[in-house]
């Protein structure tokens, strides 16, 4: 089987002069999300009250989950995890993609206050990992193997 790779053009965004955060575009189902890449994050995460938004109220039933979840300017939070049905990052599509489902409104209302747009979740490093993600910085584009 040969092995294929997937482009993602990512939008360089520039947080006060402090650095860069990285966005990308994806899709769940038919709707578009954006999502931070953070390869320090250990799991895949989406917003709990995007995600609700984006699955509509039939899907948006989360599991509990018995682990707390730490980062995100937080000690501890409260998790969930739930299966999204399909999700397209550039050409990849992932079916039934277990992730992690978390309270992301103190990280948009931290874009918010320095007028950048509200993310739907973080790439996480599960991810990253398994598909070989390489980060370009100077063309802007993530390259995922699969």
């Not at 300017?73 to 993609?97: A, D, F, P, R, V």
């Amino acid at each position: 089987m040969k092995k294929k790779i997937t482009t993602i053009p990512i939008d360089l965004v520039s947080i006060e002069g402090e650095g860069f955060h990285l966005m990308i575009n994806i899709k769940i189902g038919r709707k578009k999300a954006r999502l931070l890449i953070d390869t320090g994050a250990s799991k895949t995460v989406f917003d709990s009250t995007k995600l609700k938004q984006i699955l509509g109220p039939k899907d948006t039933e989360f599991e509990a989950s018995e682990h707390l979840s730490t980062g995100l300017g937080t000690s501890n939070m409260e998790s969930h995890c739930t299966t999204l049905k399909k999700i397209k990052i550039g050409e990849l599509i992932l079916q039934n993609q277990e992730v992690v489902v978390l309270d992301l409104s103190n990280v948009n209302e931290s874009y918010n206050m320095i007028g950048i747009k509200a993310i739907d979740g973080i790439l996480g490093s599960d991810l990253l990992q398994k598909y070989r993600a390489v980060i370009y910085f100077h063309s802007k584009k993530l390259k995922l193997y699969y």
